[in-house]
């Protein structure tokens, strides 16, 4: 195979994904978007998590819910649970890597915010512990997984949400993860912002 051929086979992956995603999501980030909405029109934050390249998706929703997504529009409350190094390596070291975002969720958390989990459903004991956390604050959950949902899954209660992208491959899951994100993004300013 050559490496154009190689190229071709990425993008076709990829579209393929997003219309299967489309296909069968839809309805899942609408109503994602309605519960973010609610808990922002009710003063309450956002709250999110997710180890490696997750946490790059995590960072482009709290960059473009603070500052802007497309228009400019006053900024709204997303903390992203993965950005403060000293807290995550003090955390690590004291305690455990397991418990780097619920002991944060703990302490800014707050009963009716919303917490958003990304996560390509491998078997990460700190996106299980923050998700547990939040039932036990009264915050529901927003997970975006992929595969079979992992830990995550069993985990989420009625309340909560789970977006799973219908692949096995961890680089389509980040890629229509972003997609989900940029989507949740434009539904929020939307209604809040017309």
């Known amino acids: 195979m050559s490496l154009q051929d190689r190229i071709i086979n990425q993008f076709s992956d990829s579209i393929q994904t997003q219309q299967d995603a489309m296909t069968c999501l839809c309805e899942l980030i609408e109503y994602a ?5 609610t808990a922002l029109l009710n003063d309450k934050k956002i709250l999110a998590c997710g180890n490696g390249r997750s946490a790059t998706s995590v ?3 709290s960059s473009a819910m603070l500052n802007q997504f497309e228009r400019d529009r006053p900024s709204l409350p997303v903390i992203a649970l993965t950005t403060d190094t000293a807290a995550i390596t003090a955390i690590a070291n004291d305690y455990s890597f397991d418990d780097v975002f619920a002991k944060q969720l703990r302490a800014l958390g707050q009963s009716g ?17 923050v998700v547990n956390t939040a039932h036990d604050k009264d915050i529901s959950v927003i997970a ?9 899954a069993p985990l989420l209660r009625e309340t909560d949400i789970e977006i799973r992208v219908p692949s096995n491959s961890n680089a389509r899951i980040q890629e229509v993860h972003v997609l989900i994100t940029h989507c949740l ?3 929020i300013d939307h209604q809040l912002f017309g």
């Open 33 to 37: 978007s309605l519960r973010l909405v």
């Open 59 to 61: 960072q482009l929703l």
């Open 113 to 129: 915010d919303m917490l958003v989990v990304y996560t390509d459903a491998s078997s990460s004991a700190n996106i299980s512990k």
């Open 144 to 152: 975006l997984t992929g595969k079979n949902g992992g830990m995550i």
């Open 185 to 187: 993004c434009d539904l």
